[in-house]
T-cell receptor, first 110, second 112 residues
């Protein structure tokens, strides 16, 4: 029962470096989501994909891009990392509700 | 602007106590309200409340949706140290996309 798998689990970047966070789900879900979690701010939606072939911006999309590679995979890219992007990133997937979450990627930008 | 607010932001209790966590929302298109528990890693689903299912219970946990007051409560009775976690409230605002708006979370610490 893999569910939602995120890689890597931890990453440290320097300001200006680029990075792609990977997410894969094995539940045949149509919808996938990327969130970031900062202390005291709950989860904020970055981008989502309601179905294969579509992506849309969430609440905080600036500085990020996404690719829905196929039904299983949804990646998040930081083109030029900034210290403000230091956060824990969660990927989720769903057929309807509830959403199922991965274990997160802890990303630090120095 | 759609908004979900949780209170209190943090809470410390002793084992055996009963706690009530609050969630209020202002959204243009309410579809459902969900509660999640987050320990060290991924949030895990607890309950989903809708207009047709305003009360849910599982063991020591229960939740009620008040559509008139635009709010929900999560009750935990006879708390245990294993209940220590962040509790997240989220509101689904679109049936087409499944988008959720999350509150800030309530951090619960249960002391032995």
């Amino acid at each position: 029962n893999a569910g939602v798998t995120q890689t890597p689990k931890f990453q440290v970047l320097k300001t200006g470096q680029s990075m792609t966070l990977q997410c894969a789900q094995d539940m045949n879900h149509n919808s996938m989501y990327w969130y970031r979690q900062d202390p005291g701010m709950g989860l904020r939606l970055i981008y989502y994909s309601a179905s294969e072939g579509t992506t849309d911006k969430g609440e905080v999309p600036n500085g990020y891009n996404v690719s829905r590679l196929n039904k299983r995979e949804f990646s998040l890219r930081l083109e030029s990392a900034a210290p403000s992007q230091t956060s824990v990133y969660f990927c989720a997937s769903s057929a309807d509700q509830p959403q199922h979450f991965g274990d997160g990627t802890r990303l630090s930008i120095l | 602007e759609d908004k979900v607010v949780q209170s209190p932001l943090s809470l410390v209790v002793h084992e055996g106590d009963t706690v009530t966590l609050n969630c209020s929302y202002e959204v243009t298109n309410f579809r459902s309200l969900l509660w999640y528990k987050q320990e060290k890693k991924a949030p895990t689903f607890l309950f989903m409340l809708t207009s047709s299912g305003i009360e849910k219970k599982s063991g020591r946990l229960s939740s009620i949706l008040d559509k008139k007051e635009l709010s929900s409560i999560l009750n935990i009775t006879a708390t245990q140290t294993g209940d220590s976690a962040i509790y997240l409230c989220a509101v689904e605002i679109s049936s087409n996309t499944g988008k959720l708006i999350f509150g800030q979370g309530t951090t619960l610490q249960v002391k032995p």
